[in-house]
């Protein structure tokens, strides 16, 4: 079992950035793939980011590609998401998610993850 908390989230302008936290309680965090996702106001939770174990291996929706980046360190037991050139339809509650099939890097359903926190709002001003 493993429990995630969020942070990092805010208010911020459009083209600025942010960075997200994930911290895991827990001996076994790097047994587990991480995911980024979120939701916006009155629509479905969607993938974000992926990022496998040992960290060598990520995956980004395409709406994110080249502006955020998901890292981690297993020391720690943080996950990161780094978000820059922000957007308007970036706003949401952002949630970190674990996985522990960690044997397929393309896992984007939300329904294939194990854990969730609790999630961090987002605002993006246009």
């Known amino acids: 079992q493993v429990q995630l908390v969020e942070s990092g989230g805010g208010l911020v302008q459009a083209g600025g950035s942010l960075r997200l936290s994930c911290a895991a309680s827990?001996?076994?965090?790097?047994?587990?793939?991480m995911g980024w996702f979120r939701q916006a106001l009155g629509k479905e939770r969607e993938f974000v980011a992926r990022i496998n174990w040992s960290g060598d291996i990520t995956r980004y929706a395409d709406s994110v590609k080249g502006r955020f980046t998901i890292s981690r360190d297993n020391v720690k037991n943080t996950v990161y998401l780094q978000m820059n050139s922000l957007k308007y339809e970036d706003t949401a509650v952002y949630y970190c998610a674990a996985d522990t099939y960690i044997y397929d890097t393309a896992r984007y359903s939300p329904n294939r993850y194990d854990y969730w926190g609790q999630g961090t709002q987002v605002t993006v001003s246009s």
């Open positions: 827990g001996r076994t965090f790097s047994s587990y793939a």
